[in-house]
């Protein structure tokens, strides 16, 4: 098995990198208008937007090998990163770092590194290489050690505590699994057995997790406490109206009344800019760039890549709905990030990562079946 085969820059899927760069350079442009404070010189800084585009340089350096060593490679490499991973995770409580109220970074000195970003890359990686090797849908017993390879790394991130990228690694694996299929009567039992003991998370959530779901049913019921983000992203978006008020004409952006305008909000303070107009567009681009992915979902020549290219398509899909969801108030508060919008160094370099791998399985179903 060569490592590289130049053939594979003819088959280079320029859909997926055509959109990604694209996404990547609106978000840049937006965080700039998010992130900007100026001086009393009257210099304008944007520390956020400069970073981000070095992490998406970095970004862009990680996904090279990505893309062109042979991605069935990892096949066997899953397992050590797996283990690699919970290390990291377990090693949060004990030196990591405190922002928010969270602990979820550990300081490498130069930047912060969030061991649950690698967290599911890992859970990608382990859960594709278990479920190519199953060629029947999946019996309780098969399933519950599907599951298990979700509920370790979320055990550790939700005790960080970090409810959103937990649920992120369960989206991620929830997908791959009725991507694989399951046993009839598996599936019927968990149809109805999983609505009945979903309450019962209920009483596992920590006080402010509670307090940001029934802001959903009524953000005006705490406007300045957990209802604040809810509003004035809302707020935001809606005076944006149809063509939006301007690169960096934003009131609530501008003004500070947006919280978390370049994490979690970010598209809020594009809607503000761009208008239902712009919102349509970014969603339509969104929407491609999901569409590729899929493509190569259904055309990879082999089980493991278009298990491991569903699990991409997943993680993406997750992410774009929940975080739009969360600012327009249809999903409560999670901190779920949108992919390659959203400022994150870890983030943005994992996202790239993902693209590389896509790119790969794209590549190789022109040069070898099963």
């Known amino acids: 098995m060569t490592i590289f085969d130049k053939r594979l820059l003819s088959y280079l899927n320029w859909g997926l990198i055509g959109t990604t760069l694209l996404l990547f350079a609106i978000g840049a442009v937006n965080l700039y208008s998010a992130s900007r404070v100026r001086m009393e010189s009257g210099i304008i800084a944007a520390p956020f937007f400069e970073r981000q585009l070095i992490w998406g340089g970095i970004g862009c350096l990680v996904m090279l090998p990505c893309t062109f060593v042979d991605y069935r490679r990892l096949h066997r490499f899953a397992w050590p990163f797996f283990v690699i991973s919970l290390s990291c995770l377990a090693l949060v409580p004990i030196c990591g770092k405190i922002v928010y109220g969270a602990r979820r970074w550990i300081d490498l000195g130069l930047f912060h590194f969030q061991p649950s970003e690698m967290a599911k890359f890992a859970v990608l990686l382990m859960g594709a290489q278990f479920l190519s090797n199953e060629t029947s849908p999946l019996s309780w017993k098969r399933l519950g050690i599907a599951i298990s390879i979700g509920l370790i790394p979320g055990g550790f991130i939700v005790?960080?505590?970090?409810?959103g990228?937990?649920?992120t690694c369960f989206a991620i694996l929830g997908g791959m699994i009725l991507y694989h299929g399951i046993e009839k009567k598996v599936f019927l039992t968990c149809l109805v057995v999983v609505p009945l003991i979903l309450p019962a998370f209920w009483f596992t959530l920590h006080d402010y997790q509670k307090q940001r779901i029934m802001t959903l049913i009524d953000p005006s019921s705490d406007p300045r406490g957990s209802g604040y983000h809810i509003?004035?992203?809302?707020?935001?978006?809606?005076?944006?109206?149809?063509?939006?008020?301007g690169f960096m004409e934003g009131t609530q952006s501008q003004l500070r009344f947006l919280p978390e305008k370049h994490t979690d909000f970010a598209v809020a303070v594009f809607g503000e800019e761009w208008g239902f107009a712009g919102c349509v567009t970014l969603m339509t681009i969104f929407s491609l760039f999901l569409l590729t992915i899929f493509s190569t979902v259904r055309d990879a020549r082999d089980r493991f890549g278009s298990t491991l290219?569903?699990?991409?398509?997943?993680?993406?899909?997750w992410q774009i709905?929940?975080?739009?969801?969360?600012?327009?108030?249809?999903?409560p508060v999670v901190g779920i990030p949108l992919p390659f919008l959203s400022y994150g160094g870890s983030a943005t370099i994992i996202n790239f990562a993902l693209i590389g791998l896509v790119l790969n399985i794209s590549m190789h179903r022109f040069l070898f079946r099963t």
């Open 159 to 163: 005790m960080q505590p970090d409810l």
């Open 165 to 167: 990228t937990a649920l």
């Open 231 to 245: 509003i004035q992203s809302q707020i935001a978006i809606g005076s944006g109206k149809i063509w939006g008020n």
């Open 309 to 317: 290219a569903a699990g991409v398509l997943f993680y993406f899909f």
């Open 321 to 331: 709905f929940v975080n739009t969801g969360m600012v327009v108030g249809i999903m």
